[in-house]
C-alpha cells in the first residue's frame, strides 16, 4: 500500500513499534581465506529499523565499496583479523519512516572484480487521517473519518459515537451516527484507529461537541402534530406482582420487549408509542422512595429502543398497586403527593437526557376503581386530582435540563370524557407555557369493547358495532355508543381542551376480537371492529386527539396486534383499519 504520497495531506498520528535486526556479525562467520574474490551476501534483509551487520569479502587487494541511496551507508572494508586475503566492511540502513518496502544497492569492487550486494529494508507500520480533530453539530447527526493504514484496524469512540457498518462504506472512511449532545456542556472524547496486529501503532483524532440548548423543546401542539398515531406496550412494563427488576417485565405473561418488536411497530406504521410502568413494587427504600436502579436502566433502555427508531415515547406510573390512583375520594394526603414527588424526580433525572420524543405522564386511572364502585366526581375530589398532578409537574421541572420545558401528560378523573369535560377549569398549573396535554381513554360502547361475557354489565357481549355491520335481527348488535356518540365525545374534548391550545391523548382505546363459532359472523365481526378502530382513529385524530391504541398479547382477550418475539403483525385486519383512520384523520392544530 502506497502512502507515501498522501503525506503533505494527512496528519500522521501514529506511534510506532519498530522491530529491529541483530547488530551482531553474522553467524555463519566470514569467508574462508583463499584468493578469489567472494562476497559473503549477495543480498541484505532488514526490519524497518536503524541497523547494521557485517559483510566480509575475500580478495587479493583491498575492495572499495559504494552506496546508490541516501538511506544504506558501508564503511571502508578493513582486514578482518589476521585473515589473510579477507576484508570486512559495516553495511547499516537509517530508519525506514516511509509506509513502503524500499530496494538500494551496495557495489563492491576489488581490481578488476565486482559485485552488486542488494539491500531491502520493509516499510513501516502506521495509521494515517485526514484530521486530527473534529467538531461535531451539537445536534448530532453524522460523520466520517478517513484514514490509511499498513493493515487492518481496530476503531474505539465516545460512547455517544456509533460506528456504522454498510457494504456500500469506502474502505478507508469510518461512519459514525454522533447522538445529540442533551447533557447541558460541552463534551470532548476521541476516536482511536489502530491496527488490529498492533494497537501501539494507531492515529488520534479529538472530537469535540457542544451541547444544544436543552431547554429548547417543541411545543405540546407541534408535537401532537407530529404523532402520527400510537400504540400501548400493554401488560408489559407495568406488571405488578415481581418486584425483580430481570423477570417483573414479564410477570402477566408478555416477553421482554425487544429491538424487533419496536422496530415492528415502526413498520407497522405507528410513531409513537405508550409505555406503561410500575413503579412503586421496585422501591427499595420506602423512607426514600428509592427505586431500583436496575429497573431504572430497563425502563430507559425500552425508551431508547423506540426514540432510536424515530418514534415518540410516554412513560407513565400505571395504576402501580393503586397506591395513587384508588385513593382519590380520601381526599388530598401530603404523603402521597411526597412519593409522587420522589417516584418522579427519580424518573425524569434518569430520562432527561432524551429529547422532545420522549413524554412523561404523571398516572393512568385516577379515581376510576372509586368511581366504578359507585362514588361521584365532586369539586373536592376534582382538586385532589389536580393536586397530585401537580406534585408530578413540579417535580419534574425542577430536575432542570430538559424536563425544564418537556412536554407532560396530566390525567383528567378516572380519564373518563365526561368528568374531562368538568375537569377543565381545574388544571394544575405548569411554568411551561405550552408544554401540557391532557389524557382521556375511550372504551365505549363498553359491552362491545371490553365486556367479557354475557351478563356482566349488560345482557349480551356485543360483536357488531357501526350500522352497515349489523346482522338484521342480531341480540349482538351495537344498541348505543356508535359513530355519533364517538364523534360527540370526540368533539366534547376538542372544545374543552384542544381549542384552548391544550392536545389531549387518547391515552387507551380498543375493542377485543371475539372468537364466535360461526365463520361468518366471525369475519363480520372482525370486519365490524376494523371499522370501529379505523372510526374512532380517524374522529379522535380530527378533533385534535392523539389515538393510543391498547395492544397487549397477555390474558383470555384478544388485543394484540403483535407477535412480541419477532414484531411481525399477527392481526393484519385490524392494523389495516387503525392505518386507514390515521390517514383520513387530520389534526385541526
Known sequence: MNLRSLLSFFVIGASVCLASCDDDDDKRGPISDETSFTVSDASLDYLKTESSRSIYVRAA???????DSEWLHVTDFEKNGESANIYVAQVSVDENTGYDDRTGTIKIVAGNESQTVTVKQSYRDGVLVSANSLTLLP????????????????????????EVAGRALTPGVIKFAVAANRTGDARQGEVVI??????????????????????????????ARDMYVGVNIGNTMEATGDSNPATGETAWGAPKINEAYIQGIKNAGFNAVRIPCAWSQYI????????????????HEVVKMVVDNGMYAIVNAHWDGG???????????????????AIWTQIATKLGEFDHHLLFAGSNEVGMNEMNSGKKFDATSYQTVTAYAQAFIDAVRATGGSNINRTLIVQTPATNIAEAVKWASYLPVDPSDG?????????DPSDFSIMDKDGAWSTYVKWFWGADYHVEGSVRNCTWGEESVVDDMMGKLK?????KGIPVVLGEYGAMRRGIDDPDQQARHEDSRAYYHSYVVKSAKNNGVIPFYWDKTTWSAEWGIFNREDGTVKDQKNLAGIMKGAAEGNYPY
Open 61 to 67: 587487494s583491498l575492495p572499495v565499496a559504494t552506496s
Open 139 to 162: 445536534e448530532g447527526g453524522s460523520v466520517e473519518v478517513a484514514y490509511q493504514s499498513t493493515g487492518d484496524v481496530k476503531v474505539t469512540a465516545p460512547e455517544w459515537m456509533t
Open 194 to 223: 489502530a491496527l488490529a496486529s498492533d494497537n501501539s501503532v494507531k492515529a488520534t483524532v479529538a472530537v469535540s461537541q457542544e451541547s444544544v440548548d436543552i431547554t429548547a423543546m417543541p411545543s405540546a401542539i407541534a408535537i
Open 284 to 299: 427499595v427504600d420506602p423512607a426514600t422512595h428509592k427505586i431500583n436502579d436496575a429497573w431504572l436502566d430497563r425502563v
Open 323 to 341: 397506591w395513587l390512583e384508588d385513593h382519590i375520594f380520601d381526599g388530598f394526603k401530603q404523603e402521597t403527593a411526597d412519593k409522587q414527588k
Open 435 to 443: 408544554h401540557l396535554m391532557v389524557e382521556a381513554h375511550f372504551y
Open 495 to 499: 372544545n374543552a381542551y384542544v381549542s
